[in-house]
Every structure is written in C-alpha cells, then in structure tokens.
C-alpha cells in the first residue's frame, strides 16, 4: 500500500507538498481525489496528484497527515492530471490552480459511488434463497432505487463491507456507479409516469382508465404535462401506481441551456471534389489512432464545417469523444444549428453565458459519458473526457482563443498538446492561419490540407482600396455609391467599423483639452445616446459636459467616429434605408445578437453596422457590399502582431460578401494603400503576407522565429511598480550571466503599453528566447527568484507566455 501522497492545493503556490496517508485512508486514496491536508496552520484543499512508497529525497521525515479524503471517486483521470501538468509548467502557474481550472467554478462538487439492483439481482431477491444479510441489503436498496454506497454501509454498521458489494457488482447483482454531485446545486429532477402494463385486479374508475390508456400510448410521461392534460389527476396516479400499472419516478432533466439555437434541418451535402480529396487523408488520421495534426486552410465559404462535421462522425463509430472549440458560441448561431441538425441531443455547449447550474449540468454529462461531443468557447478544452478522438479548432487565429486572465493558455495551443497526449486527430481550420500555425505546417509539424475554392465555385468577391488622403468625410463616394446600388437592386450591405460609441474623443480646439480616464491611459470616448463619455477599459463613465472644463470655451468637439455616429450618418444620408447596429452597445441583452441576425436574415436590415462581431462566420446570401470605414485602427495598435490582425480582418470581414448568387464587392477606405497587409487582403492572397510577413518577424526576430515571454508587473503604486520593474530586470541580467550565456535576450523593463489599466499600473519586460526549452528554463528560475522579493509589496508577477507553440 502506497503511504505517501503528493498534493497540489487549490493555492497559488509552485510546489507541491507530500503527505503520509493514514492508515483508514490507504486503498481508498486515488489519483485525481481531493484531499483536505493542514498547510500553514490552516487546512485547506488540494488534489492527490501522485501516490509514492517512500517520501522523496530532500523532504523531511516527518511528514503531516491528510486529515480527510473528500471524494469516493477521482474527480480528474490520470490522462487530464497529466494535462493540467503540462500546462503548469509550460504557463509557470500552479498545478492546484490549473486543476481548478478544468472544474466548473465556484462549485462544490463531491464524488460518490452509488448503488442499484440489475435485472439479475431483482430476479434474484424475487426468487428468495439468499443469505439473510443480502436479502436484507438487496431489499433496502431496491426500496431507494439509487442509494449511495456510503448510506448502504451506515444503515448496516459491521454488517457489510466495501469489498462484498463490489463482489456483488461482479456477480451482476447489484451495479455501481461513479456520480459526482454538488452540494449547492442539485442536478434537477422532474417526475415521470411510466406504464408497467398487467391486469387491473380492480374495476378502475373512467378517469384512470383514460390517464392509464394516454400513458400507455405514450410509454412514458412528464407528470408535470399529465396533469395540463387531465383536471387533478393526484389521486388516480396514486392509485394506478398501487395497483402496480404505472410506476412514479425521478427523472433528472437537463436545464435548459441558454441561447439554445432553433432546429434547422441542413441536408447532409454532397461533398466537392477538394472536400473528398481532404476528407480521405483526415480519415487515415483517425484510423491510425495515432496524433495527426492538420492545418485545414479554407477561403471563407468553401466548406470547413462539413468536413469537420464527418470527422467527427468517424471518431464517434470508433466509440471516441470529440472536443470542438469555437471563438465565441453567441456569434456563431450558423455553425450551431448544423452542429446540432446533424448530432443532436449527443452535443453539450459551454459557453460563458451558462449560469452556474447549467454549467454544472454540461460538465456532469461530459464527465458520466452522457454526451460524446462538446462544442464550446475556448474553455471547452478542459472537457472531461475520457477518450478524446479528434480537436477541432474552428477559426484557429482568432485571439480570443487566448485567455488573458489568471491562466493565461491559448486554447489552441492547448489543443495541440491534448491531442498529442491522448493519440487524437487535431483540425485546426482557418481562412487566415495564424503565422504560428502556418510555420508549424512549413515545418511538416502539421498536415497542410487546402481548400482553394468557395462552395459551388462562387468567385471570391471584388475587393477596392480607396485612399483617403484623397476623399473629404469619413465616407468615401465609392461606398456611398455602393450602398445607393444596393438599397436600390434591394440587396444587403454591411459597414465595418472597428469602434463603437460615437466620437472616439472630446476635443476642445481653444485649449486642447481631451478627457482622460482617471483609472487607464486612454481618452474617454464620447456616446450620443445617453451623453456621456466612457472608458471601454474600465467601463469608467460621467456626464459629457457642455462647455470645456478648462477654458469655458463653447467649441467642445468630437473627433474619430465610431459606430454610433456611422449608422446615423448612413440614415441620414439613406433615410429610405432600414438600419441595423450591432456592436457591444447594442447587443448587451441575452439574445440581443441573434435578434439582430435574423432581422438580417430575414430581410429586414438594408444596412448593418458593426464591430468585428459582424467578422464571424455568418453566412447570407443576399449580402452584397461589405464596406470597411477604416482599416487602419487596428494597423496601428502598439503590438507586433497589428500587421496579422489587420490582414486577419480584413480578409474575413471581405470574406461575408458575395456568399449568394452574385458577385460580391468590398471597398477598403484607408490612409496606408499601400500597407501589405492591405494589398494582400485586397487580393485575397494569404501565402502572400505570409511571406512578407515572415520576412517582417524574422529580421526583429520576433515569433514565430524566437519565443516571448512576458513578465508583467502590476501594482497600485506607480513608484513602486517601477523600482520593482527595475529589480527584476537586475536579477534577470544577473541570472543572465550567471547561467545563460547565449539564446536569452531581455527587453526592458519598460512601462507596458497601456501604462496604465484599471487603476492598476503596469510596467513589463520581454524575455525572448531561441528554443522554448531554454526560455522556460530561465523564465522558471528567474520567477521564483523573484517570487521571494516581492511578497508583501502590493505588486503582482504576471507572467505572460506568448502563444507560440512549436511542437
Ligand atoms: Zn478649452
Ligand atoms: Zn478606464
């Protein structure tokens, strides 16, 4: 018996501790349990993570006990324990916390064996000539149905062991699962009536007579729809159930899951020659069982979803599960509904808009093996599968695969390592690779598989630039006339604009003053419809005044547009035009955004107006005319990746034109015609900016070419922040020497881009690396270097591990 346990507890602390395992606990503690152990004077929580003979060398004799064992069952397999390793130490966060990462949050979750007859065992108990004791046992769990094995054990103190009712499991007497519950929120139950059928011993009265035959015909009834049906029908369910022709039974449902997309029958289509051709060496993949990674490089419309779609059904033959991982479930509602036309009921979504019960019911699915895929935001990569057979990383560039909060993982990295670990197919699937994907696709790490044309050979649409140097306005003829053609041949259009509300700041051209966030290093941006001015950072927001604070002068003016003021200049330029907005302002409510989809859908919106929410994946046909207002915003944001993003956009906000039967047409307005980023958009030539790109990121030796680490600090004290910026940097230069002599560069410390950011200031330094083993290594020892200088001093580590994953 093993006697020594390691434990990661729930704290953010690096280390792990070992404990001695009492002796009552010994056979019982698993892998993957939680544990209660003593920790500084307290006692707190942490998972079992390894199980040992004798404790390691270097830690003490005397080791502290675990005081209780919290679960019957291992919440985490060894496989996801793995994972969460993994990432531990590749993202420098502690294993505890990373654990907690893969549970739905703020749970209390207990694991628990429970107990129910099998057929044989009720035939058994019916036939009699068992032993008393298990007569007796049998008997009290087939009066529970579903009794926990723990209760089992109590009401029969000394009377039974563990051990016998596994052996009676073995003899097919009694089954035994694994369950996990919560102690806060319970799994939701609804009552059933279910017809058991045989002969009334009693005439019945009309009324069970015409509930026993509606039951019948229906096998299985709500009781909650029995009684919409039949005038209180209490007393005769309680006597058809007497009788022994109906039975009563807890039914646990599923809450109902928000957002839910309506039901839309998509006919299983017939695959293109490029769609086949691609399908047959994924297909190779997934019999192989063995880690086949694929870059799936598809202009937008040419038909990623479908192949995505017969994957998965491939892997589900093999009896293996499916993780499927989307940007953003709310913007998706497309891909969604196919999802669920073709899988149906066999699909769980997690998204952050579930609440806390809905999330627990998703994650319980999974976990029991309820369902076989989970189709969710980017922390649907923590589904607690058990045989995970293919990834799917839908839109794979998009940054919102990045977690920017505490753990700060990139989903599709992740789910590379996942697939890797588990022998699963990877897809990752994008009409504008990310340039680290792309890379790893040169370098042979990924399967290159190309879908060079749109779904029914439809062109790609036309694509112009206007300079706007030489137009006056923010709108350009060339748009204006666009959408005159348009709102006349009745067809859509949708006007991109990177930024909402409705000046993008206050100006006062007697004094220069601009208002400024009292919490960021950004200027307020003005909104028409309440009048006020707005941190889109911080949501810091006052009154916008009427006359300068500074001079009393009467000018005050708004400079830059956003979207606020886009739509209602295109109103008052169309006021025939019906108009539509959608941005973060508009579509705050639940299923705001869907609205909005369907009115274009449907045909009610000439003209829709939006951020990049209106980039997603949607697909209709009747839109015509995309126009982008500026295509420089994102050009200039103070990050190496500005000129990917940009391109990124572009090619997908061009990408929603033209998705019909005629021809789309976009037009770019801005100030750098001459960008790459821009032409290359303009010529829908992806490996084009990859090159230039490259070219770009190799000469700053920038990622993909070297590895980035961001070490952050952030503290309530400008001062302070700074002294402490410029210690690490110290002790970074020192180490430097000491133990690395080539392949760690330092960059800084300097004040981080947004100094500034919720009250908090911000200060960082950029270590880059040639290998990602190396820049680990160091970026490990230099954190719990400095891990002990800072404790006390109000100011934050953060470590920041860019997302460039080279396998
Ligand atoms: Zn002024
Ligand atoms: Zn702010």
């Known amino acids: 018996m093993r006697e020594i346990v390691e434990v990661a507890v729930g704290l953010p602390v690096f280390k792990t501790f070992h404990y001695r395992i009492p ?27 390894d199980l040992l003979d004798h404790p390691p060398k270097g830690v003490e004799e005397k080791l502290l006990e675990v005081e209780d064992l919290l679960d019957e069952v291992p919440l985490i397999d060894p496989q996801m324990l793995r994972f969460c390793r993994w990432i531990s130490n590749y993202y420098l966060y502690p294993l ?21 007859l099998t057929q044989d065992g009720m035939e058994c108990l019916a036939k009699g000539g068992l032993e008393s004791i298990q007569e007796k046992i049998l008997n009290n769990i087939a009066k529970y149905g579903k009794v926990p094995l723990k209760k089992i054990i109590k009401i029969f103190p000394g009377e039974v062991l563990r051990s016998q009712l596994f052996s009676w499991e073995k003899k097919g007497l009694i089954h035994i699962e694994a369950e996990v519950e919560d102690k806060e929120v319970k799994p939701k139950f609804e009552k059933v ?3 058991r059928g045989g002969e009334p011993a009693k005439p019945l009265s009309k009324k069970q007579i015409e509930i026993l035959k509606w039951v019948e015909e229906k096998r299985e009834v709500f009781y909650s729809e029995l009684s919409k049906r039949f005038k209180s029908p209490s007393k005769a369910v309680q006597s058809l159930k007497a009788a022994g022709l109906i039975a009563v039974l807890d039914r646990e449902v599923i809450r109902d899951l928000s957002g839910r997309p309506e039901l839309k029958s998509y006919p299983k289509p017939e695959l293109t020659s ?7 060496e994924i297909m190779k993949g997934i019999h192989s069982k063995r880690f086949s990674p694929f870059l799936i490089h598809g202009v937008t419309g040419s038909g990623k979803t479908e192949i995505y779609l017969r994957a998965i059904e491939e892997v589900l033959n093999q009896g293996r599960e499916a993780i499927v991982l989307v940007p953003e479930i709310s913007l998706t509602p497309q891909l969604l509904s196919r999802f669920k036309g073709r899988f149906g009921e066999n699909l769980s979504l997690l998204h952050s808009g579930l609440g806390r019960g809905e999330r627990y019911d998703q994650w319980r699915r999974i976990w029991k093996g309820e369902v076989k895929i989970a189709l969710g935001a980017r922390s649907a990569i923590f589904a607690p599968f058990k045989k995970v057979g293919i990834i799917v990383v839908d839109e794979e560039h998009e940054p919102s695969y990045k977690q920017e909060e505490k753990l700060k993982y990139h989903a599709r990295d992740l789910a590379v390592v996942r697939a890797k670990q588990d022998e699963a197919t990877l897809l990752l699937g994008s009409a504008t690779p990310s340039l680290e994907s792309f890379y790893n696709a040169e370098k042979g790490k990924f399967r290159l598989l190309r879908l060079p044309e749109r779904i029914g050979g439809k062109p ?18 060339k748009i204006k006339a666009a959408l005159k053609k348009n709102i006349e041949d009745k067809k859509q259009s949708l006007l991109f604009l990177n930024r909402r509300g409705y000046a993008n700041f206050i100006l ?9 966030c009292p919490n960021c290093s950004v200027t307020l941006t003005y909104h028409l419809r309440d009048h006020s001015l707005q941190c889109h950072y911080c949501d810091y927001r006052i009154p916008a005044p009427g006359d300068c604070p500074q001079c009393q002068g009467h000018r005050l003016q708004g400079v830059g547009i956003g979207t606020e003021r886009l739509e209602k200049d295109i109103s008052n330029l169309f006021p025939e035009a019906r108009m539509g907005r959608m941005d973060r302002d508009t579509t705050s409510r639940r299923r705001s955004h869907q609205q909005i989809l369907k009115r274009l859908e449907s045909g009610n919106i000439d003209i829709l107006v939006g951020t990049q929410m209106i980039v997603k994946g949607h697909d209709f046909p009747n839109v015509t005319f995309v126009g982008v207002i500026s295509a420089d915003t994102s050009l200039h944001f103070p990050d190496f990746r500005s000129s990917e993003r940009t391109f990124q956009l572009l090619t997908q906000v061009a990408g929603r034109a033209g998705r019909g039967e005629v021809l789309g047409e976009v037009v770019i307005q801005t100030y750098n015609p001459d960008h790459y980023s821009i032409l290359k958009a303009k010529d829908h030539d992806f490996i084009g900016f990859y090159q230039e790109e490259s070219q ?21 004290s400008e001062k302070r922040t700074k002294a402490a910026a410029e210690e690490l940097g110290k002790m970074g230069r020192a180490l430097l020497q000491r133990r690395y002599r080539k392949g760690i560069e330092i960059l800084g410390p300097s004040a981080a881009p947004f ?19 190396l820049l680990h290594q160091f970026a490990q020892e230099l954190a719990l270097l400095f891990e002990g200088q800072t404790r006390g001093r109000g100011i934050n580590l953060d470590i920041d591990v860019d997302p460039v994953f080279i396998l």
Do not use: H
């Open 23 to 49: 002796e009552k606990m010994r056979g019982s503690l698993q892998i993957g349990m939680r544990v209660l152990v003593p920790f500084k004077g307290r006692k707190v929580t942490g998972f079992a993570i």
């Open 96 to 116: 505890g916390e990373v654990v907690k990462t893969g549970l739905p949050p703020g749970l209390q979750l207990k694991s628990e064996l429970i107990l129910s």
């Open 193 to 195: 009536v279910q017809y």
């Open 274 to 280: 490029y769609q086949e051709a691609i399908l047959r």
């Open 460 to 477: 790609l649409p036309q694509v112009e630039v206007v300079d706007m140097k030489r137009e006056g306005g923010m709108l350009s003829e």
């Open 508 to 516: 006062c051209p007697d004094c220069g003053l601009t208002f400024k």
């Open 696 to 716: 770009f990121r190799k000469a700053l030796d920038y990622p993909p070419f070297s590895r980035l680490i961001n070490f952050r600090l952030i503290g309530n």
């Open 755 to 773: 100094a500034k950011m919720k009250g908090k200031f911000r200060w960082q330094m950029l270590v880059k690396g040639k290998t990602s083993q």
